[in-house]
Nanobody, 126 residues
Framework: VQLQASGGGLVQPGGSLRLSCVMS????????VGWFRQAPGKEREGVSL????????YYSDAAKGRFTVAADSAKNTVSLQMNSLKPEDTAVYYC????????????????????WGKGTLVTVSS
């Protein structure tokens, strides 16, 4: 199983970035997908959790209204569109998956996912 996150970079406050997570070795439809981030000196936090369909996506308070998840089952890819970025969004962003039959919000909060990808760095700065 491999998860590859990409799309990070340097963006000015107010700008947008689109992160992608390409998965291999699993079928997206069988998994819940989480996006997480870890800012320098801070603990990892959950950003979003999508279970089976995009209309069943949880967003953290920090992400709500600015971030949007989209899933493409044919390409086994999940994207995270991030708009109106703020300096406090600066972090390494990770995608992770867990079997949708076994995932719970508590597991998501604890970061207890089955597989993780390597992170992609997002820097929001002028």
């Amino acid at each position: 199983v491999q998860l590859q996150a990409s799309g990070g970079g340097l963006v000015q406050p107010g700008g947008s970035l689109r992160l992608s997570c390409v998965m291999s070795g699993i079928t997206l439809d069988d998994y819940a997908v989480g996006w997480f981030r870890q800012a320098p000196g801070k603990e990892r936090e959950g950003v979003s959790l999508t279970t089976r369909s995009e209309d069943r996506t949880y967003y953290s308070d920090a992400a709500k209204g600015r971030f949007t998840v989209a899933a493409d089952s044919a390409k086994n890819t999940v994207s995270l569109q991030m708009n109106s970025l703020k300096p406090e969004d600066t972090a390494v962003y990770y995608c992770a998956v867990a079997n949708y039959r076994e995932i719970s919000f508590l597991r998501f909060q604890r970061g207890a996912m089955d597989y993780w990808g390597k992170g992609t760095l997002v820097t929001v700065s002028s």
